[in-house]
């Protein structure tokens, strides 16, 4: 199975052809993290890999979807999905700009509506 993964902050390929494991983008250095079947599930697992299981995967969820391109945290945490045949699983990337992941996504979370 042929599996596509592209880096939404700068369009960098991070996985094509071989299964994609968190890591850091090589192009900007993002760290992304998830792999989840549903957009909530691959937030849930990231959420427990950078060690904020307690924000609310939902809200996290929700805000990515709803980040305005001209915001601040706009080019700072995105969420995408990969290219595979049949099926696709969910990312999260989160720069490496200065603010931990988990402090980000904090954030993020306190902005939900």
Do not use: H, N, Q
Not at 62 to 76: H, I, Q, T
Not at 88 to 113: K, M, N, Q
């Amino acid at each position: 199975m042929s599996v596509r993964l592209v880096c939404p902050l700068c369009g960098t390929v991070v996985s094509d052809g071989a299964e994609p494991k968190p890591g850091r983008c090589p192009g900007c250095a993002a760290r992304f993290e998830g792999g989840g079947d549903s957009a909530t599930d691959a937030v849930a697992a990231a959420l427990a890999a950078i060690g904020a299981s307690g924000l609310s995967a939902e809200a996290v969820t929700r805000r990515l979807f709803e980040l305005d391109p001209d915001g601040d945290l706009a080019g700072k945490a995105a969420i995408t999905s990969d290219r595979r045949d049949g099926f696709y699983r969910w990312w999260i990337f989160v720069s490496d700009g200065g603010e931990a992941a988990a402090e980000l996504l904090g954030r993020l979370a306190a902005t939900s509506s």
